[in-house]
């Protein structure tokens, strides 16, 4: 079991799910993406305040959203997203669709939307890091397998295809 965030895990750990404990094997930032071109002139997180501006992030429930809210109380700008989403891949999909002027999203799905979108850097979410834990789970019917995918994420051909992806170290 990999999950986005440490919390999601430790819940995991809590309800006796997990065999041994979790490993950290990646991190991850929030960016700003925009429409390509960056019709909007967005440069900051401060912008993304400004009047008619239709932003999207992902709902406080979720990892993603749970970041935004970090990174809000740590700069001190206060969205007021006209949708809070339910996925990371939701506020691309309002992006990339014209739905959206702005949403807040993860620097790895920023990449992989490729010039779907323009990505501003947000500095400030350089303080709020996302840590990814894997560990297998009890009842895992094929623990040998579950071990070794363990291992490989862990490992360092497994960090050169989370850092090629985007992914920081953890």
Known sequence: FASADTRTMDAAVASGLVAGEPIPFATNTLAI???PGNPENITSLDDLT???L???VCAPRVPCGAATERLEEASGVELAPVSEES???DVLGKVTSGQADAG???VTDAMGAGEKVTVVPA???AEIVNVYPVATLKD???HDRADAFVRFVTGTDGR???ADAGFGAP
């Open 54 to 56: 239709s932003v999207v």
């Open 123 to 125: 500095p400030e979410a």
């Open 33 to 35: 993406v925009t429409e």
């Open 104 to 106: 807040l999203v993860y």
């Open 140 to 142: 895992s019917r094929y």
């Open 87 to 89: 996925s990371v891949t």
């Open 50 to 52: 400004g009047d008619g």
């Open 160 to 162: 050169t295809v989370l």
